[in-house]
C-alpha cells in the first residue's frame, strides 16, 4: 500500500462537475504540500448535464473556498433554490401535493406544533398536519420569492441551487486552472498495472502514457478505472428503485422565476422542472420496464404543451447503484464511476462533494491502510444507503392506482432495507419518529424535519379521524398564528428574478 508520503502526483481520469469539483477540493490543501494535480478530460465525451439543482451543501462548497455568489451564478445561468414540490405523488384528499423544505432558523419556532399535530393525527385527532404551512421556504416558494433574507431579518435562511451543469463544469474547470491544477485534452482509453495491483499509469487514444500515484475515475458511467480496470463489485439499487432511463428537453422561461424544483408524478416515473435564468430544464425519469423511451418522450412533451416538432429531447439510461470500494487500492472513484441515485432529490453533486471531501480528511491523517479504506469505503457505503431509502420511501407512500408501474412500487416490499421498515413502523404506530431516526444515526443524510415533511405530506395517516369542536376551534387559532407569523416573514424577502439581477451586478 502506498503511504501518503510518497505521492506526488495526482491524475482525475474525467471532467465535468464530479472531476471538476474534485480538483477544486484537492487543490485547495494538497497543491500547496506541493502535490501535482493534472485532470484528463477527453473532448470527445459529453456531460450528462441534467443534475441540474442542489442541496445547501454547495453553498458550504463555494463558501469554503471563498467563491462569492456574484462570480459563480451568472456564468452558471443558476438560481436560488428554497426546495422541492411533489406533485401528483399521493392521491389522498388534501395531500395531492406537498413541499420538501430546506429548513430554516424560523422553523425551529414553528416544528414544535407541526411535530405535535402529526402525533395527533397519527392518533386520529382532525388536526392540519400537512408541512407545507409550518416552513418558511414553502411560503417563499409559492411566492416566488428568493431564499435571501433583507439584512435586517435576524433568521439564518437555508437554500440550495439550480444551475446550467455543463456550464458549472466550465466554471469549475476554469477556477481550479486558476488555482493551480493542471488539464490535459485526451481520451483515456486503458490503464496498467503494478506488481502489487494498484493503478502505474494510463494510456490515451492518442498514444501517450501517463503515469501517477494516486488516480481518481471521475469517468461517468463507463467508470474506466474502478470498473474496468480494478473490477470493482457493483451493488445494483435496481430491486429498490424501478427507474433506469431519462429524457430531457428545456422550454422557455417567463418574467416570473420560481425559487423550486417541481416534481411531477407521471405514468410511468416523475418529471423534474428547474427554473435557470434563460430557461426550464425539464425531464422524465421514468422505467423502461414498463415504458418505451418514444412513450416517454410523447408524454413529457404532451406535458409541457406547446412546443416546437423540432425541440430537441435527450435520452439517457441510468446505472443505478454504487460501486462496494469507492477507494479501491490506489484509485478513488468519484461521481457517476462510484455510483448514482436517480435525481428525485438532487443529491449527485452532495454525494460528490462528501466522496472527495471526507477523502481529503483520511488523505490528510495519512492513513491509506487497508482498514482505513475500509473505514472510507462503509462511510461513503452509508451515504449512498441512506439517500437511497429517502429516495425509496418516495415511492412506497405513493397511493396511485394508475398503472403498474405506480402499483409495483407501492407492493414492492424488496426495496426496503431494514433501516427504513424501522422507519416506517415507527411511523405507523404513531411512536416517536425522531428518536428512531436518532436511534439509526441516519439524521445526517436526511434530518428529521424532512422525514417528518414526506410521510406528512404524502399523507400517510388514519383514514379516519375524531373531530372535537373545542380542540378544533384552537388548532384553528393556532394555525392563523403561524399562518400570519409566516407572512410577515415573508416580507423580508424579495421578488427572486429581482435578488438575481442584484446577483449580477
Not at 494538497?30 to 502535490?35: E, F, N, P, S
Not at 459529453?46 to 442541496?55: A, L, Y
Not at 485526451?186 to 502505474?200: F, K, R, T, Y
Not at 430557461?279 to 420496464?289: P, T, W
Request: with cysteine.
Amino acid at each position: 500500500m502506498i503511504a501518503p508520503s510518497a505521492i506526488k502526483k495526482i491524475i482525475i481520469v474525467g471532467g465535468g462537475s464530479a472531476g471538476w469539483m474534485t480538483a477544486m477540493i484537492l487543490a485547495d490543501t494538497q497543491i500547496k504540500k506541493g502535490i501535482e494535480i493534472s485532470v484528463l478530460e477527453s473532448p470527445s465525451v459529453g456531460v450528462i448535464g441534467v443534475g441540474e439543482g442542489s442541496t445547501p451543501i454547495l453553498k458550504n462548497f463555494f463558501d469554503s473556498l471563498g467563491i462569492e455568489e456574484t462570480e459563480w451564478m451568472p456564468e452558471c445561468n443558476a438560481t436560488y433554490k428554497s426546495g422541492i414540490t411533489f406533485d401528483k405523488w399521493s392521491t389522498k384528499p388534501g395531500f395531492e401535493s406537498y413541499f420538501h423544505q430546506f429548513v430554516t432558523m424560523v422553523d425551529n419556532l414553528t416544528l414544535p406544533t407541526f411535530i405535535k399535530n402529526v402525533r395527533a393525527r397519527l392518533n386520529g385527532a382532525d388536526v392540519h398536519a400537512h408541512p407545507n404551512r409550518f416552513f418558511l421556504s414553502s411560503h417563499l416558494a409559492n411566492n416566488n420569492l428568493a431564499p435571501k433574507a433583507d439584512h435586517n431579518f435576524p433568521f439564518f435562511t437555508t437554500y440550495g441551487y439550480h444551475f446550467d451543469a455543463m456550464l458549472l463544469g466550465a466554471f469549475l474547470k476554469k477556477k481550479a486552472l486558476e488555482r493551480g491544477v493542471k488539464y490535459v485534452s485526451c481520451h483515456v482509453v486503458d490503464a496498467q498495472l503494478d506488481q502489487q495491483g494498484n493503478i502505474a499509469s494510463v494510456t490515451t487514444k492518442e498514444g501517450e502514457v501517463h503515469s501517477a500515484d494516486f488516480f481518481i475515475d471521475c469517468s461517468g458511467f463507463s467508470a474506466l478505472l474502478i470498473d474496468k480496470v480494478l473490477a470493482t463489485p457493483f451493488v445494483s439499487y435496481s430491486s429498490n428503485l424501478l427507474n433506469d432511463a431519462a429524457v430531457a428537453m428545456p422550454t422557455p422561461i417567463g418574467d416570473a422565476i420560481p425559487s423550486q424544483t417541481i416534481s411531477t408524478a407521471l405514468k410511468y416515473g416523475w418529471a423534474w422542472k428547474i427554473p435557470l435564468t434563460n430557461r426550464f430544464g425539464n425531464g422524465y425519469v421514468y422505467s423502461s420496464a414498463f415504458c418505451s423511451a418514444d412513450q416517454a418522450e410523447q408524454e413529457l412533451r404532451e406535458k409541457l404543451g406547446q412546443l416546437d416538432a423540432d425541440t430537441p429531447a435527450r435520452h439517457l439510461k441510468m446505472k443505478i447503484g454504487r460501486v462496494v470500494k469507492h477507494w479501491n487500492k490506489n484509485c478513488l472513484a468519484v461521481g457517476l464511476s462510484q455510483g448514482f441515485l436517480e435525481p428525485l432529490e438532487a443529491t449527485a453533486l452532495y454525494l460528490t462533494q462528501m466522496t472527495a471531501a471526507i477523502f481529503v480528511l483520511f488523505f490528510d491523517k495519512g492513513d491509506f491502510s487497508e482498514a482505513a479504506q475500509d473505514i472510507y469505503n462503509q462511510q461513503i457505503n452509508e451515504y449512498f444507503d441512506g439517500h437511497r431509502d429517502y429516495i425509496v420511501a418516495h415511492y412506497k407512500t405513493n397511493s396511485r392506482t394508475d398503472t403498474d408501474y405506480w402499483r409495483a412500487n407501492a407492493a414492492n416490499l424488496d426495496g426496503m432495507s431494514d433501516s427504513l421498515k424501522h422507519i416506517f413502523s415507527t411511523w405507523l404506530e404513531g411512536k416517536d419518529l425522531a428518536a428512531e431516526i436518532r436511534r439509526q444515526n441516519i439524521e445526517m443524510y436526511y434530518p428529521i424535519p424532512s422525514w417528518y415533511a414526506l410521510m406528512a405530506g404524502m399523507g400517510i395517516f388514519p383514514a379516519s379521524i375524531k373531530s372535537s369542536p373545542d380542540n378544533h376551534q384552537m388548532e384553528k387559532n393556532e394555525m392563523a398564528y403561524w399562518d400570519d407569523f409566516m407572512q410577515r416573514c415573508t416580507l423580508n424577502f424579495k421578488d427572486h428574478r429581482t435578488v438575481l439581477s442584484t446577483v449580477r451586478v
